[in-house]
């Protein structure tokens, strides 16, 4: 196994997830299950039982495998270390002692599968206990480890200790989800490297709206490092060093000044408005999932909320949350605002949004992307539909809101939402409730490519549209967002992408509707001249990027990024895109 010394330093490379350097101490999350639940079955639930640890042995051979075939970017060394190691993890989910001994528990004692599992690594641990051999003894900790993997997938496991951290750590994981990171406080944890995870994923979108500097897809960090550690994460430039050599902890330390001096230089923008040079007027309002960013928005100079992720409401937590709840945690954002509009997205879950409250039923499909999730979910439940619009409105009547769908692939859709919409709207006027007056305009998010290319007709029934370009380009090429291995083929260049980008925005200004962007491509400044160029004039990102993107549209020429636009919807492929693109943002910057 790879260790890290003192005195010997250790350069990863991953994928760059969020911009910024965070240097502290190494805090190694190895998750444990608190508390594991045991219950008798009946005799007709076995099987049932059976398939259910079959499902958790196949995620768990599946996370092995990502593990595996990441751990081949390292040394030749290392990587045969690991690969032993994780072969041999492998091999267990096979006939081995371990998986036999679990599913005689479950046929003959009928107890349930995370009992089963535990009792028959305490019978293995014991019957090792008296040798006293070194490598029994690991092997004896690799059952563990392998039957408490399955454990936590039976469970489905997530942290929970992270306000235990120490101040200023930097946390290091095999995976975290979205709901993970939720729990990450900035004003606790310093950084952010993990093992799997891909750079448009929406733990990688939450570790941007934190402003935490994040590397994702790290082959062996896990293995490499100590809790206590030193360690640097450049989020900008994919880079994690374990044990930094003084000279390279000096390094690092003179450029983290640098871009606290940059940030601070940036805030002197928060008040000016963003117009670009020959007078072209952009929005620039923010994208935030947790109710603690409200603060952020004003602090970043945006114009109120673009995108409400109202997931952090269903995250972390069994039971679903009730109206009222709801209403209260909308009512603190719009209230915060102080007037500025707020977009509430309904609930976007499924994919790799997962809310323990729905049960492991509710997201079955094989592929979940293709699944039941965002307003498919919504629809079928109409009951967590009219609780959210109601909490909705009546947070509607303390601010300007906005109601966003997402996820539209047709108009039957916007029409049975809206329909829902108004029902609960005039119960709540029957009961005297205040609400919205007027009602708020109820508009879509465009991220299939059946919603582009219907965009004129969605457009007749729609309030506005916002384009949401990670799905909308994960799902144009095909590609698994939150997959690493195949995280360098996610290409907002793609002149696919463009095209349906072109289609939409074009639907929308012909209805004379509001168009907006608030994925991922809106808060860069370089595809900023892109997206003003094809006509869009609202932007919404993370809080921590609006300087920057306010920064770029000051200094740009609108009309040459109308003409640069034209020249490159004309090109065949994503380097001749890409090349125009450069080169026009090189010039502006001359």
Do not use: W
């Not at 044990?243 to 983290?256: D, F, G, H, V």
């Not at 719009?334 to 309904?346: C, D, F, Q, S």
């Amino acid at each position: 196994m790879v260790r890290s010394d003192s005195t010997r330093e250790i350069s990863l490379h991953g994928l760059g997830i969020a911009p910024g350097i965070a240097i502290g101490p190494a805090y190694l999350v190895k998750p444990g299950v608190e508390s594991v639940p045991y219950y008798n079955l009946m005799p007709d639930a076995v099987a049932d039982e059976l398939a259910r640890l079959e499902g958790a042995v196949a995620k768990s051979r599946k996370q092995i495998d990502r593990l595996r075939e990441k751990s081949s970017a390292l040394p030749q060394a290392a990587a045969e270390e690991i690969g032993f190691l994780l072969e041999a993890h492998a091999s267990m989910l096979g006939g081995s002692r371990l998986m036999r001994g679990i599913t005689r528990r479950i046929s003959e004692e009928r107890i349930n599968a995370e009992a089963a599992v535990v009792a028959e690594i305490q019978v293995i641990a014991d019957s090792f206990a008296g040798l006293e051999d070194s490598y029994i003894a690991s092997r004896a900790k690799d059952v563990r480890e392998v039957g408490m993997r399955v454990v936590r997938n039976l469970i489905d496991y997530t942290y929970k200790a992270f306000s235990g951290v120490p101040l200023g750590s930097v946390i290091l994981a095999e995976e975290l989800t979205p709901a993970d990171t939720a729990l990450l406080d900035p004003a606790r944890i310093a950084g952010l490297a993990t093992v799997l995870g891909g750079a448009e994923g929406h733990t990688a979108i939450m570790a941007r709206a934190l402003g935490l500097p994040t590397v994702l897809g790290i082959a062996g960090i896990v293995e490499s490092a100590h809790t206590g550690d030193t360690i640097i994460v450049d989020g900008g430039r994919g880079i994690v060093v374990l044990n930094p050599s003084p000279e390279k902890l000096a390094a690092y330390r003179e450029e983290a000044v640098a871009l606290d001096k940059e940030r601070r230089t940036l805030k002197r923008l928060r008040k000016l408005p963003a117009i670009s040079r020959d007078g072209v007027t952009v929005t620039l309002r923010a994208n935030i999932e947790l109710p603690s960013e409200a603060a952020n928005v004003i602090d970043s100079g945006a114009e109120g909320v673009g995108l409400l992720r109202t997931e952090f409401l269903f995250m972390n937590r069994r039971d679903l949350p009730g109206e009222d709840e709801q209403y209260q945690a909308y009512r603190a954002i719009v209230e915060k605002m102080a007037g500025m509009p707020v977009t509430l997205r309904t609930l976007d879950v499924g994919g790799d949004k997962l809310a323990p409250a729905f049960g492991h039923e509710s997201f079955s499909s094989d592929n979940p992307a293709l699944g039941l999730r965002a307003i498919r979910l919504s629809l079928k439940e109409p009951k967590l539909m009219e609780a959210q619009f109601a909490a909705m409105l009546r947070s509607g009547a303390h601010g300007p809101i906005r109601i966003m769908l997402p996820m539209i692939s047709r108009l039957e859709e916007l029409r049975l939402a809206r329909a829902s919409l108004m029902r609960v709207a005039r119960r709540l006027k029957r009961k005297g409730v205040p609400i919205a007056d007027p009602l708020p305009p109820l508009g879509i998010m465009i991220e299939v490519p059946a919603a582009a290319l219907s965009a004129e007709g969605l457009a007749t029934q729609a309030d506005f549209f916002s384009i949401g370009t990670n799905d909308l380009i994960q799902y144009t090429l095909a590609i698994d967002r939150s997959d690493e291995q195949v995280a360098h083929l996610y290409d907002p260049l793609h002149p696919a992408v463009l095209r349906l980008i072109q289609m939409t925005t074009q639907a929308a200004l012909t209805a004379r509707i509001p168009i907006a962007v608030c994925g991922e491509m809106a808060g860069d400044p370089r595809f900023i001249p892109l997206l003003v160029g094809l006509g869009v004039r609202e932007l919404s990102a993370s809080p921590p990027k609006i300087p920057f993107m306010k920064r770029r549209i000051r200094n740009l020429a609108v009309s040459g990024a109308v003409a640069r636009a034209r020249a490159i919807l004309e090109q065949p492929d994503s380097a001749s895109i890409a090349q125009l693109l450069d080169e026009f943002n090189a010039g502006e910057a001359d």
